[in-house]
């Protein structure tokens, strides 16, 4: 059974930084195609970033590019999102999430995605 579990959140002041990590369990992911989604109260959830298993990457946005940096770590089944410059408008819970049968579309989309974590939460002070 396929378990994804998210870690590093945290309370931190604008202009600081935090590295979410993901950890899949379960299974080796090293071919899947990993993302990082946030979602606020009462908004969609929204595509942040994502990663290839031949390590292309993705992001939502120039200022997302700008500012955070995916990777991922296959010997240690775990993806990480590098966040710097933090703004108050990145506050929002954080998903990981897998694509384990591998069928990239575009990598944007939640439907996309087989196996997602409980999330991890980040809150940005102004």
């Known amino acids: 059974q396929v378990k994804v579990v998210e870690s590093g959140g945290g309370l931190v002041q604008a202009g600081g930084s935090l590295r979410l990590s993901c950890v899949v369990h379960g299974r080796a992911f090293s071919r899947w195609p990993m993302g990082w989604f946030r979602q606020t109260p009462g908004k969609a959830r929204e595509f942040v970033a994502a990663?290839?298993?031949?390590?292309?990457?993705?992001y939502s946005t120039d200022s997302v590019q700008a500012r955070f940096a995916i990777s991922r770590d296959n010997a240690a089944n775990t993806v990480y999102l590098q966040m710097s410059s933090l703004k108050p408008e990145d506050t929002a819970t954080y998903y990981c999430a897998a694509d384990a049968l591998k069928a990239w579309v575009t990598g944007r989309n939640v439907w996309e995605y087989d196996y997602w974590g409980r999330g991890t939460q980040v809150t940005v002070s102004s």
């Open positions: 990663i290839r298993g031949n390590g292309e990457t993705l």
